[in-house]
């Protein structure tokens, strides 16, 4: 099984309507994304997050138990509200960010519930917006070490946001311990060289590789890379019309995850997958509402 633990958050969708800006409200959060996404793949999994004890918690925890996931433990925090994530578009649907989130839910996660998530999951998947806070990153440390202990697995993906932290250093800073402790890692391609040496590519997925870790790195409409036990591995991207990129990488991760899960070795296939999803949900807004279409693929054979 999978669990993913981090946020889980409401998309404020922005788009314009008669003169004004109107904000539709959409369940997101990264961790909460792939949990959603390898559900509809058929991959047991989890997720564990936090919410205030308000509109937009409940309306988050209603959608949670909708998935019907194999574990499910959302903190209802009284003391706190829910995060927010306010997104609006390019005309190529790619997004920029404002968060609400002084004092929110999503990293006040049930310090309770390390013990048990380690013991269940046979991969962990830890989003990294929690960790721009002590109260996040000391859940997460405890929560590696008992991963570890058990000898599971940990899944991390970077997905840096400049607005949560002070500068790009600050949040290198913070990150680079989770790079070094997970043992598969996502990047964008902007976030590589941040945390990577190398002129190529290529070079810098060997670098943080380096011990046998598995890299993967989303090339936008240019496709994905990984590097796995010392080889790398390129696929091209799914053509579609991006009408709303929020979600696109949790998906291809979520695809990736799920096809490891499967005992799937060629990376040809992974890959595949893991864009055939990000691709479906770039094509549709909010971050899980076209995730159903990535369960064809097990009946469609990829």
């Given at each position: 099984?999978?669990?993913?633990?981090?946020e889980?958050?409401?998309?404020?969708?922005?788009?314009?309507?008669?003169?004004k800006?109107v904000?539709?409200?959409?369940?997101?959060?990264?961790?909460f994304n792939v949990a959603?996404?390898?559900?509809?793949?058929?991959?047991?999994?989890g997720?564990?997050?936090?919410?205030?004890?308000d509109l937009?918690?409940?309306f988050?925890?209603?959608?949670?138990?909708?998935?019907?996931?194999?574990?499910?433990?959302?903190?209802?925090?009284?003391t706190?509200?829910?995060?927010?994530?306010?997104?609006e578009?390019?005309?190529?649907?790619?997004r920029?960010?404002?968060?609400?989130?002084?004092?929110?839910?999503d990293?006040?996660?049930?310090?309770?519930?390390?013990?048990?998530?380690?013991r269940?999951?046979?991969?962990?998947?830890?989003?990294?917006?929690?960790?721009?806070e002590?109260?996040?990153?000391?859940?997460a440390?405890?929560?590696?070490?008992?991963?570890?202990?058990?000898?599971?697995?940990?899944?991390?993906?970077?997905?840096?946001?400049?607005?949560?932290f002070?500068n790009?250093q600050?949040a290198?800073e913070?990150?680079?311990?989770?790079?070094?402790?997970a043992?598969?890692?996502?990047?964008?391609?902007?976030?590589?060289?941040?945390f990577?040496?190398g002129?190529?590519?290529?070079?810098?997925?060997?670098?943080?590789?380096?011990?046998?870790?598995?890299?993967?790195?989303?090339?936008?409409?240019?496709g994905?890379?990984?590097?796995?036990?010392?080889?790398v591995?390129?696929r091209?991207?799914?053509?579609?019309?991006?009408?709303?990129t929020?979600?696109?990488?949790?998906?291809?991760?979520?695809g990736?995850?799920?096809a490891?899960g499967?005992?799937e070795?060629?990376?040809?296939?992974?890959?595949?997958?893991?864009?055939?999803?990000?691709?479906?949900?770039?094509?549709?807004?909010?971050?899980?509402?076209?995730?159903?279409?990535?369960?064809?693929l097990?009946?469609?054979?990829e």
């Amino acid at each position: 099984m999978i669990i993913c633990v981090g946020e889980i958050l409401a998309d404020m969708m922005g788009r314009e309507e008669n003169g004004k800006t109107v904000y539709e409200r959409y369940a997101g959060g990264a961790p909460f994304n792939v949990a959603c996404g390898l559900k509809k793949l058929g991959t047991r999994c989890g997720f564990c997050g936090s919410v205030g004890d308000d509109l937009i918690g409940h309306f988050l925890e209603d959608t949670a138990r909708s998935q019907a996931f194999d574990y499910l433990n959302i903190k209802k925090d009284k003391t706190r509200n829910t995060t927010l994530a306010f997104v609006e578009h390019t005309a190529g649907g790619e997004r920029s960010f404002c968060f609400y989130r002084k004092r929110t839910a999503d990293h006040a996660l049930p310090v309770e519930a390390v013990d048990e998530i380690a013991r269940l999951a046979d991969v962990i998947h830890i989003g990294s917006l929690p960790l721009s806070e002590a109260e996040g990153r000391a859940f997460a440390d405890k929560l590696i070490e008992q991963v570890h202990r058990y000898g599971k697995k940990i899944s991390f993906d970077v997905n840096y946001r400049s607005d949560i932290f002070e500068n790009a250093q600050a949040a290198i800073e913070i990150y680079k311990k989770y790079v070094a402790e997970a043992d598969i890692v996502k990047f964008s391609e902007d976030e590589l060289p941040m945390f990577a040496r190398g002129a190529t590519q290529r070079e810098q997925l060997e670098s943080i590789a380096r011990g046998g870790k598995t890299v993967l790195v989303t090339l936008g409409g240019r496709g994905s890379m990984a590097c796995a036990e010392g080889k790398v591995y390129y696929r091209p991207s799914i053509k579609v019309k991006a009408v709303d990129t929020t979600g696109a990488g949790d998906a291809f991760f979520a695809g990736v995850l799920s096809a490891l899960g499967e005992g799937e070795k060629n990376w040809e296939r992974i890959l595949l997958r893991g864009n055939v999803c990000g691709a479906l949900t770039a094509a549709a807004i909010g971050a899980i509402g076209n995730l159903e279409k990535c369960a064809v693929l097990r009946t469609m054979g990829e």
